[in-house]
């Protein structure tokens, strides 16, 4: 009878075992698929939440799709044209070219103002599609690029993917979306490679790149005359000079300077020929915004529709720089003043790979044409930044490590 007992018990549990183990086991995928994946969201709240952050305060307002929102640039300017009553939508890759941290903390900075950063990659053509299809967007900001002047010959296949082949990209779905919108995207002052005459027009060639970077920009702007010749896009070119600021990119000697600086470690110091001084025009992040939204309120419609041209369209590139180049001893030589601590700075013959030894803009044309009038000096811009970092930096002992 026992035996029998036994048996029948054992009957019933190996089999509610068996359950329970599919049970646990389901729950756990889904854990883990959830963990992964997020929960999808449905189609309906994703157009609502996209069509909210674009809607603008009034029927004046543009209405702007920002590549790249969730980078140093495109972070400024969407806080910027959402402040004036702009509808804009972000995208973003959030990808590890530096800590995905500080674009997580700018995107959470965008939500708290109203922006939405959808994830995604710019070569996406049925993402991009579809945000163009939810909104008659006015204006496209592109912004998403792979930066950085010497990481391209680490990685160079980055900067053809996103900076040649995302471009393409965005180019297709406006030239498709009806309206078109107008472009208003980053070039850069690295296009004039090799140039010695300065300051840099937008007259000067562009044809002697010192960087697989620079050559990709520049061929942005061949790439953009060729869209705005056959489909009527309106683009605009701007050519940003070592934009630096809070919130700013950690792969710029600026930053890297500045937490070297304040770790003790040492700072590569490069210098041109026979000892000369390395230099850049660093423009500060806020006189670059004005010149973005300058050159976005001035950019006329695009002309054609449904993938046709209907007449020619506009088609600009200005420098927007800020026409007092500073040598990279005096960089280090401000951080060491605001900073209060001594760099241990380390001299070093400027590597041949990319860079180059000045830079310097001719402002002119972008100063009769968008108004951009550049107003802030090195020092207060740099002590801008140093604020910043160290307010960002030591609200969280983790995320101090991580830097
Ligand atoms: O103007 C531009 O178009 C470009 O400006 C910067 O490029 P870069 O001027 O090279 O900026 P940094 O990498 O911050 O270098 C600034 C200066 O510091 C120097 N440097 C850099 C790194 C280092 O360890 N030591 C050093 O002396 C560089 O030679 C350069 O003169 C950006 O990184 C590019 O993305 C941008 O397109």
Sequence with gaps: MVDKAMS??????????????????????SLILLFLFGSPPSTAAWESSVRQSATPASSKALTVLVTGAAGFVGTHVSIALKRRGDGVVGIDNFNSYYEASLKRARSDLLARHGVLVVNGDINDASLLNSLLEVVKFSHVMHLAAQAGVRYAMINPKSYVHSNIAGLVSVLEACKNANPQPAIVWASSSSVYGLNSKVPFSEKDRTDRPASLYAATKKAGEEIAHSYNHIYGLSITGLRFFT???????????????????????????????????????????????????????????????????????????????????????????????????????????????????LTHANITLARNDLGYRPTTDFETGLSKFVHWYTQYYSSSASRANTV
């Design 243 to 357: 934009v630096y600021g809070p919130w700013g990119r950690p792969d710029m000697a600026y930053f890297l300077f500045t937490k070297n600086i304040l770790k003790g470690k040492q700072v590569a110091v490069f210098e041109g020929p026979n000892g000369g001084s390395v230099a850049r025009d660093f423009t500060y992040i806020d006189d670059i915004v004005k010149g973005c939204l300058g050159a976005l309120d001035t950019a006329s419609k695009s002309t054609g529709s449904g993938g046709k041209k209907n007449g020619p369209a506009q088609l600009r590139v200005y420098n927007l720089g800020n026409t007092s180049p500073v040598p990279v001893s005096k960089l280090v030589s401000t951080l060491e003043k605001l900073l209060k601590v001594n760099a241990k700075k380390k001299v070093l013959a400027m590597p041949s790979n990319g860079d180059v030894i």
């Design 8 to 29: 029948n018990i054992h009957r019933t549990r190996f089999p509610l075992s068996i359950t329970k183990l599919l049970f646990f086991t389901l729950m756990l995928l």
